[in-house]
Antibody, heavy 118, light 107 residues
């Protein structure tokens, strides 16, 4: 069974940092690009970024709203992807999903809530 | 960045109605468009990819059409399980972007 399990969410002050993890199982993680998508309460989905597989040099891409503040990485030996979030703003408050966005197919984790507030 | 604009934002419909949701891209994305269904508190579910290809297991009452900059998602006969929010997403070029969502409500 394919599973993506996010962890690391919580409450953080503006300007602070947080690192999210996404543990994968049930598929060939090392061969898969991994994405992060977020959703603020009552709002639409926002693509955050993605990291490619090792054959594609672990290349990353980001949304303009997080470029320079967020970094996606992965550890294929642990089947885990990460989202390092620095210089957090109140507008980064959202549920963060990791996902394997393939067409067809693809799957999403259940998400982890990040709240940025003083 | 490519902007995706969905219309309407909210749609009220009755069981059995034919429902159409539109998604417009700010520039051509060929057919690299996906549609998702999301219920409250749940994870998005892929319905349509490559503008008109039905994801495995998705009922045939869902269909997608369009190419270039204008796309539609059609539900041929609205069922109780279809009341949800629908999102379009382009995957033609990075950064990938979503529409703002269309909520389908009971009339």
């Amino acid at each position: 069974e394919v599973q993506l399990v996010e962890s690391g969410g919580g409450l953080v002050q503006p300007g602070g940092s947080l690192k999210l993890s996404c543990a994968a199982s049930g598929f060939t993680f090392s061969a898969s690009a991994m994405h992060w998508v977020r959703q603020a309460s009552g709002k639409g989905l926002e693509w955050v970024g993605r990291i490619r597989s090792k054959p594609n040099s672990h290349t990353t891409s980001y949304a303009a709203s997080v470029e320079g503040r967020f970094t996606i990485s992965r550890d294929d030996s642990k089947n885990t992807a990460y989202l390092q979030m620095n210089s957090l703003k109140t507008e980064d408050t959202a549920v963060y999903y990791c996902a394997s966005l393939t067409f067809p197919g693809g799957f999403w984790g259940q998400g982890t809530l990040v709240t940025v507030s003083s | 960045d490519i902007q995706m604009t969905q219309s309407p934002s909210t749609l009220s419909a009755s069981l059995g109605d034919r429902v159409t949701i539109t998604c417009r891209a700010s520039q051509s994305i060929s057919s690299w468009l996906a549609w998702y269904q999301q219920k409250a508190g749940k994870v998005p579910k892929l319905l349509i990819y490559k503008a008109s290809s039905l994801e495995s297991g998705v009922p045939s009452r869902f269909s997608g059409s369009g190419s270039g900059t204008e796309f539609t998602l059609t539900i041929s006969s609205l069922q109780p399980d279809d009341f949800a929010t629908y999102h379009c997403q382009q995957y033609d070029s990075y950064p990938w972007t979503f529409g703002q969502g269309t909520k389908v409500e009971i009339k």
